[in-house]
Nanobody
């Protein structure tokens, strides 16, 4: 079982950038596909972006495409979410996710989760 710890959240202004990090427990390396989801107040958890185990393929939701970039460093057991041109509607708790196979965009089918990190974007 993998343990995930997110960091990098905070309060920023619209148009700013933030980079989230998710550190996975030791020796996970490329054993897990990784992803990011978010939950805004009063809403369901929604898919943001994911990356395959090798890092060769990424995919993201239409709402963040062109603004957010997911990447990973398997040597450091860490996945990143670079968020640019942030908007107030990006305000949410962001969760790191992992699966031994491809990350499903439906959160109900994702087995491993971090505790989440708050991102707040002011207008």
């Amino acid at each position: 079982q993998v343990q995930l710890v997110e960091s990098g959240g905070g309060l920023v202004r619209a148009g700013d950038s933030l980079r989230l990090s998710c550190a996975a427990s030791a020796r996970t390396g490329s054993s897990y596909a990784m992803g990011w989801f978010r939950r805004a107040p009063g809403k369901e958890r929604e898919f943001v972006a994911a990356i395959t185990r090798s890092g060769s393929m990424t995919y993201s939701s239409d709402s963040v495409k062109g603004r957010f970039t997911i990447s990973r460093d398997n040597a450091k057991n860490t996945v990143y979410l670079q968020m640019n041109s942030l908007k107030p509607e990006d305000t949410a708790v962001y969760y790191c996710a992992a699966d031994t196979s491809r990350i499903n965009s439906d959160a109900h089918y994702v087995p491993y989760w971090g505790q989440g990190t708050q991102v707040t974007v002011s207008s």
